[in-house]
């Protein structure tokens, strides 16, 4: 198996987990009188046995992720986490250069009455999003040997 299908896989057991905690939820109690629509201690069984299966899957997800090279950029662990960061990198510079241009239709700068205060920028917002837009090519790129690893790599035992 790819890592690309057991990550597919993992996704599909997450959602299968969250199917059945909810169905648990709704059958947990039922009125006197009324038989409840699931029983949900079978459904309770059945999302050990799927979170049993997740959690061998995530393990072996890992010890591929930890094994796999990508060149420069270390292990596919260490591509993660450099993809995690320049995702929140590229988030915090967006979010610096849309605060620091402020909202409205000039841009923040003006004034409605000559007795209000103007509100200037304490950062250069051209510089930011110029930086948010390498972030994000970086990202690209780097997302780009990720996806080409999990479709290439097969998952460790």
Known sequence: MK???????????????????????ASARYQEGETPAEDA???????????D????LIRRINRTNATVELGPDGTLTDALARRDVLRLRHATLT????????????GGYGRQLRSELLMLSALPVAELRERADLVARDLRQLDVRI????WEADLVV
Not at 3 to 25: D, G, M, Y
Not at 41 to 51: N, T, Y
Not at 53 to 56: Q, Y
């Open 147 to 150: 996806q080409r690893a999990n």
């Open 53 to 56: 299966s997740l959690e061998a």
């Open 95 to 106: 979010a610096a250069a849309d605060a620091a241009a402020g909202s409205g239709g000039r």
């Open 3 to 25: 890592l690309a299908e057991a990550l597919a896989e993992r996704a599909a057991a997450v959602r299968r987990v969250e199917q059945l905690r909810s169905r648990v939820e």
């Open 41 to 51: 201690a079978r459904l309770l069984a059945e999302a050990d046995e799927v979170l």
